[in-house]
């Protein structure tokens, strides 16, 4: 059963037409709201709650174990993301669901049942912004789980503060954005992601996060250090002006 709020409607719909009998819906509601895997829950409720179905992070995990839930997942749900994905967990996914697609830079698994559907190019446009190239594996976190719920994103390299000029060559992008991963200072929600890499006394990425934390400009929120899923995903809900 696809556990979508589409999926949701087109079962009642069935069973109010009479096309399906109650005791078939009956059935198919019968691993709700969880599945249970024995070490894990399954949430099977949560695209009603949330919109879009529980994310499986993958890191703690064995790959047997992400791929049991993942393939849980993916049994009712349209689309599936797993997160922090190391290449041994990644393959055991795809060993479970062969359609499955690794994105390594960003240790990201997608699962969609049918080809995710381009968003309309007036859609209100998320724009992840990444200062350096190393940080390119938390922008591409950012941006995966954005386009995965359906927003239209862009990814904008290497425009690090330390050269003005590489900023201010993007600010027509930047100002179209409806909403920005990383970069502060334009007229539109900012969610910046503190990353663990760099030089000096980072402390592992605690400086730049108290340093973002302590910062006095206007519309900037600010999610934990390496948290390029989070930010993703809060990005599209402010984007698709989502109310839940």
Same mark, same amino acid.
């Given at each position: *059963? %696809? ?54 992070? $993958? ?6 174990? @992400? ?17 922090? $994905? ?14 499955? =697609? ?32 190393? %940080?390119?594996?938390?922008?591409? =976190?950012?941006?995966?789980? @954005?386009?995965? *719920? ?21 600010? %027509? ?14 007229? $539109? ?18 400086? @730049? ?6 910062? $006095? ?24 002006? =989502?109310?839940?």
């Amino acid at each position: *059963m %696809d556990t979508s709020l589409e999926g949701w409607r087109a079962l009642l719909e069935q069973v109010r037409s009479g096309d399906m009998p109650v005791d078939e819906a009956l059935a198919k509601l019968r691993d709700l709201p969880y599945e249970d895997l024995g070490f894990a829950r399954v949430d099977h409720h949560r695209p009603m709650r949330r919109g879009f179905s529980e994310v499986v992070f $993958c890191q703690g995990k064995t790959p047997e174990q @992400a791929a049991r839930i993942t393939q849980a997942l993916a049994a009712r749900s349209p689309r599936v993301l797993a997160t922090r $994905c190391a290449p041994e967990t990644a393959a055991a996914i795809k060993e479970a669901l062969p359609h499955a =697609e690794y994105h390594p830079l960003g240790r990201c698994v997608i699962v969609a049942s049918q080809p995710i559907p381009e968003p309309p190019a007036d859609a209100p446009l998320v724009l992840v912004v990444s200062a350096g190239t190393s %940080d390119l594996p938390v922008a591409e =976190e950012a941006l995966l789980t @954005a386009k995965v *719920m359906g927003s239209r994103v862009e990814l904008l390299c290497d425009v690090g503060v330390a050269g003005l000029h590489r900023i201010l060559s993007a600010r %027509d992008k930047l100002q179209e954005a409806r909403v920005l991963v990383v970069v502060a200072g334009i007229s $539109c929600p900012v969610i910046a992601v503190p990353t663990s890499i760099g030089y000096g006394a980072s402390f592992g990425g605690i400086a @730049a996060l108290l340093g973002m934390l302590n910062s $006095c400009v206007p519309g900037v929120v600010v999610v934990n250090i390496d948290n390029g899923f989070g930010a993703g995903y809060a990005a599209h809900l402010i984007a698709a002006g =989502e109310k839940r």
